[in-house]
């Protein structure tokens, strides 16, 4: 019939697409049977069926013949189904049920997924809170169309835990605070973007893998060379991966796991570069080293042999190489004072903005030269702001009100840095600064995530993604719980010249990778560096950098921390820091 020829001209179309040309017409109906029987369309029987073939290398190009369907039924598809369950053609596809018509979608912007009576109360609720799933517009703006909150409607004040706190301001942490001396003489800052700011949103979602395979090679040569220069070592004599070498040589390469999962010791692989390893990537035995600190994305060098030629055998790691400090050019005499404090500014049970009038009211009594707050603003993982009746433009046209109502007046510079959790950002990193809006007063500017600031002299480096938290779910470490792993983690980044050297990165992320390299790399080591995460805040000081993890301002329905800095000119021209960090 017509209908049997259309579908074998399919099926020849899709296998010859693959490489594998079917003539025999017995063959085409069965393997239309095939598709009817396992309820699979013809593209997806010709993907396994190549599957299949290039398991069995004997049969690699070889068309399908009867017998071999047959066998390729009992091993494939059989198993298929198992693992696919009893789904029949007409279910719904990942338990989302039909769309509601157009009326029920509350406007334009993309339909909104109703989800089953497995995942909930049955009712229409918000979208996914995973942040790599938000939608943009042609013109990259980022719009998030929201069906109606499932949970009651979120109260407009802040929750019962966080106003009925009772350890207000309440220090914390305290960071070389018995430093003598004077500490009042507080400048007025002055302000200045790193060399090439991002300061302009960008077509995202548009990479291609071989630039993103350049820039991983670039890095692999970066960091390499830095190791080259600080362990004296000779570029001609450096590993090839590939090649056999019984004899102990220096091997450099990006660290990366050998699957999917969690990386370990048994699944270390290391990467090399093109120009030295020709791309190629070998397992790595690392039994026979004494100490190690490993996360995937990390460029290392070390002593090693490869006895056979498909594995490398590791003897010692070389230490990393930290970027040379910033020089220092803040006045003599002169203090410079900073608040720092990250988000989120509502609780997690309410859209009320008292957390924020809060640290407003801080920064009115104190009257720092600097306050940086960093995103999210409007988290995008809070319920009670996805649920709210107002728009995500409302509510931050009432966030910047407020902010611009109490800074009027003040000679306190406001710097503000979005976050990848807030809605009316840009979902990809590095993020561009909030747009701009004449609601911001002169003493108020916004940022990009990341960015390194020159305010009066002092280098200061600030992300708001949570670094140190997607670190720690992927570095390994021998001997274990050896040293302090916050100082360690820190050092990462430092050693790679990198505000976010994990790769791959985390899934709450959208790297575009050629951006950061352009605007996420580190020149200098700053003199301060601010990685806000919901770890346990913290100060340390990491080969000449303080580094700052000042605690989120709220932790869900509760109250959080922030961070006053004071940072002056000591002997010997070194910065001198004093930290404190406080409870809300």
């Known amino acids: 019939s017509l209908l049997q020829e259309m579908v074998c001209g399919s099926l020849v179309d899709e296998f010859s697409d693959l490489g594998i040309e079917v003539e025999d017409q017995d063959v085409l109906a069965q393997l239309a049977i095939l598709c009817?029987?396992?309820?699979?369309?013809?593209?997806?029987?010709?993907?396994?069926?190549?599957?299949?073939?290039?398991?069995?290398?004997?049969?690699?190009g070889q068309p399908p013949t009867l017998e071999l369907l047959n066998n390729f039924e009992t091993e494939k598809l059989k198993t298929l189904k198992a693992s696919s369950g009893s789904r029949r053609p007409l279910d719904p596809i990942e338990g989302a049920e039909n769309l509601p018509d157009c009326p029920e979608l509350g406007g334009g912007g993309t339909p909104v997924r109703l989800v089953t009576a497995k995942r909930g109360a049955g009712g229409v609720v918000t979208p996914d809170g995973h942040l790599a799933k938000r939608f943009?517009?042609?013109?990259?703006?980022?719009?998030?169309?929201?069906?109606?909150?499932?949970?009651?409607?979120?109260?407009?004040?802040?929750?019962?835990?966080?106003?009925?706190?009772?350890?207000?301001?309440?220090?914390?942490?305290?960071?070389?605070?018995?430093?003598?001396?004077?500490?009042e003489n507080t400048v007025s800052a002055s302000i200045s973007l790193a060399s090439k700011p991002l300061q302009q949103p960008y077509k995202f979602m548009f990479e291609r893998l071989r630039d993103r395979a350049a820039v991983l090679d670039e890095t692999i040569c970066r960091v390499g060379d830095r190791l080259v220069d600080k362990w004296e070592l000779v570029q001609e004599e450096l590993l090839d991966l590939a090649t056999t070498q019984p004899d102990t040589a220096v091997g450099i390469g990006r660290v990366q796991c050998d699957s999917e999962g969690r990386l370990n010791s048994n699944s270390v692989v290391l990467h090399g570069?093109?120009?030295?390893?020709?791309?190629?990537?070998?397992?790595?035995?690392?039994?026979?080293?004494?100490?190690?600190?490993?996360?995937?994305?990390?460029?290392?060098?070390?002593?090693?042999?490869?006895?056979?030629?498909?594995?490398?055998?590791?003897?010692?790691?070389?230490?990393?190489?930290?970027l040379p400090l910033a020089d220092i050019r803040l006045a003599e005499s002169s203090v410079l004072s900073m608040l720092v404090a990250a988000g989120p500014f509502t609780t997690s049970d309410s859209v009320g903005m008292e957390p924020l009038q809060d640290i407003l009211s801080v920064i009115k009594e104190k009257k720092p030269s600097v306050a940086v707050l960093l995103g999210p603003f409007l988290d995008m993982k809070n319920t009670a702001v996805c649920g709210a009746a107002e728009s995500f433009d409302s509510q931050w046209v009432k966030m910047v009100t407020l902010m611009a109502k109490e800074m009027e007046g003040l000679s306190t510079q406001l710097v503000m840095v979005p976050s990848s959790r807030d809605a009316v950002g840009y979902p990809v990193y590095p993020q561009p600064p909030f747009p701009s809006s004449p609601l911001y007063l002169p003493n108020m500017r916004c940022v990009s995530d990341p960015c390194v600031l020159d305010i009066s002299g002092v280098n200061v480096a600030l992300t708001s993604s949570d670094i140190l938290f997607h670190l720690g779910k992927e570095e390994i470490s021998f001997p274990p719980?050896?040293?302090?792993?916050?100082?360690?983690?820190?050092?990462?980044?430092?050693?790679?010249?990198?505000?976010?050297?994990?790769?791959p990165p985390s899934e709450e992320l959208n790297v575009d990778f050629e951006k950061l390299e352009q605007f996420a790399l580190l020149d200098k080591a700053p003199h301060l560096l601010v990685l806000p995460s919901d770890l346990t805040h913290f100060v340390r000081e990491v080969t000449g950098s303080t580094v700052i993890n000042p605690g989120r301002l709220t932790k869900g329905a509760g109250p959080g921390t922030y961070s006053m800095v004071m940072l002056r000119r000591g002997e010997g021209a070194r910065l001198e820091t004093k930290v404190e960090i406080t409870r809300i």
Not at 39 to 50: G, P, T, V
Not at 288 to 298: A, D, E, I, K, N
């Open 273 to 322: 570069s093109l120009d030295i390893s020709s791309g190629v990537s070998v397992p790595l035995d690392l039994s026979q080293v004494s100490s190690y600190s490993l996360f995937p994305g990390q460029v290392v060098a070390m002593d090693c042999t490869n006895p056979n030629g498909s594995k490398l055998v590791a003897a010692k790691m070389y230490e990393g190489v930290p």
């Open 36 to 60: 009817q029987r396992y309820n699979i369309d013809n593209s997806k029987i010709s993907c396994e069926y190549f599957a299949y073939n290039t398991k069995h290398k004997m049969m690699m």
């Open 481 to 503: 719980r050896s040293g302090d792993r916050m100082s360690r983690l820190s050092s990462h980044l430092l050693q790679q010249g990198s505000m976010y050297p994990l790769y």
């Open 136 to 183: 943009v517009t042609a013109v990259g703006s980022p719009v998030v169309s929201l069906s109606a909150p499932a949970s009651p409607v979120a109260t407009q004040g802040a929750g019962a835990r966080y106003m009925e706190r009772s350890s207000k301001g309440e220090v914390v942490v305290k960071h070389n605070t018995e430093l003598g001396g004077d500490w």
